[in-house]
């Protein structure tokens, strides 16, 4: 009567080594994949901080592109205005 219970219990109940090497191939694929989304969390934080200070260096290049704009354009005027005033002059030279 034992031997046909033994045979049963070989057959369909697995070993306890085969358990324990399973729960420890399972605890390093839980740490592996921990460890990979901690890598991850850490690479987006990396990434965050570098688009922040992108985004901080692209405002900040933007208000001096906006500087620079209306320094041209002050600058335009003048040129005209100062064009002018030359064409006002070599016509009063030329006509008197």
């Known amino acids: 009567m034992l031997i046909p219970w033994k045979l049963l219990f070989s057959l369909f109940v697995p070993s306890i080594p085969e358990i324990i090497s399973t729960v420890r191939t399972l605890k390093k694929e839980h740490q592996r994949e921990k460890t990979d989304l901690d890598d991850a969390a850490m690479r987006l934080f ?6 922040e200070s992108q985004l901080q260096l692209i405002e900040q290049l933007t208000i001096q592109v906006v500087k620079l704009e209306k320094a041209f354009m002050l600058m335009l005027w003048a040129s005209i205005f100062a064009v002018v005033l030359a064409l006002i002059a070599l016509g009063l030279m030329f006509l008197k």
Do not use: F, V
């Open 46 to 51: 990396d990434l965050e901080q570098r688009i």
